[in-house]
């Protein structure tokens, strides 16, 4: 079984793969303050639920692939990797581990290393050219070259923290939950606020999805344009650009990574 670990700036996504199928998944808050003792009694709590492996932490585990865009999250998961799957091959994804996709931007060290296992997995399962719109803190648009390359992207302010600012900076406006409204035309204030928000976002998605795919390649309708993270469901029915919706998108790329760089360790 391969334990995949994808820490973003919120959220923290965590996959267990049996071959090529992921079997169980969990999300947990990110937290910076979390010691790796911490950590590993985290994960001890969430697989000592699973049927397949065993009681003691490690126990069924024979690998793991981590990426994270918290410098203090991987440092401490560097720690648990080393402390309580000593024997378990790792692969933290950082520079120097064999992706298979070439970078092609002026500074590449400055990529999330998520954006690039993304594009791993789109490449694998898709091909190229695409665009992969991962709804997580940043919206984040990667584009990928017909050729299987990481040509750069566009980062934008992601829907929560779009909420929470207006709901802080809005004297009159409040926090809400991310829902679909009624209709576009709200009736009150806080579906006035989730058609802002839902509506906005599905038209800033069309609107950078279809500039990049007419950047990307000479005919736009050859680029498939992929949905991840974990508010994604919130735009895919309102947006007419996006092809594929895959909600485990980054954890398939971790899995792919690990398998291109373990032969190597």
């Known amino acids: 079984m391969l334990l995949t670990i994808d820490v973003g700036n919120t959220h923290t996504v965590l996959g267990l793969f049996d071959g090529e199928d992921i079997v169980e998944h969990w999300r947990i808050s990110t937290d910076a303050r979390r010691t790796a003792d911490e950590l590993a009694v985290l994960l001890q709590g969430l697989m000592g639920m699973h049927p397949l492996l065993g009681d003691e932490l490690g126990d069924g585990i024979d690998g793991i692939a ?17 402390r309580y799957y000593g024997d378990v091959p790792a692969v933290l994804v950082e520079p120097g581990v064999k992706t298979g996709v070439p970078i092609l931007t002026d500074h590449p060290k400055e990529v999330g290393a998520d954006r690039i296992i993304n594009a791993v997995a789109a490449v694998e399962l898709y091909g190229g050219p695409a665009i992969v719109v991962d709804f997580g803190t940043a919206t984040t648009f990667d584009a990928v070259s017909a050729r299987g390359e990481y040509v750069g992207g566009v980062i934008a302010p992601g829907i929560e923290i779009s909420v929470e600012a207006l709901g802080v900076k809005g004297a009159q406006l409040r926090k809400i939950e991310v829902a679909r409204p009624r209709s576009v035309i709200g009736k009150n204030t806080v579906e006035a606020m989730q058609a802002g928000i839902v509506y906005g976002f599905a038209g800033q998605v069309d609107g950078v999805v279809n500039r990049m795919a007419r950047e990307l390649a ?6 498939t344009v992929i949905a991840t993270g974990g508010l994604a469901p919130m735009v895919l029915g309102e947006s007419s650009v996006i092809d594929e919706h895959e909600p485990w998108l980054t954890l398939m790329g971790l899995r792919l990574v690990y398998e291109r760089n373990v032969s190597r360790m």
Request: charged share 30%; glycine share 0%.
């Open 66 to 82: 981590i990426c994270a865009t918290v410098p203090s999250v991987l440092h401490e998961l560097r720690e648990v990797t080393r």
């Open 218 to 223: 000479s005919d736009p309708d050859d680029v």
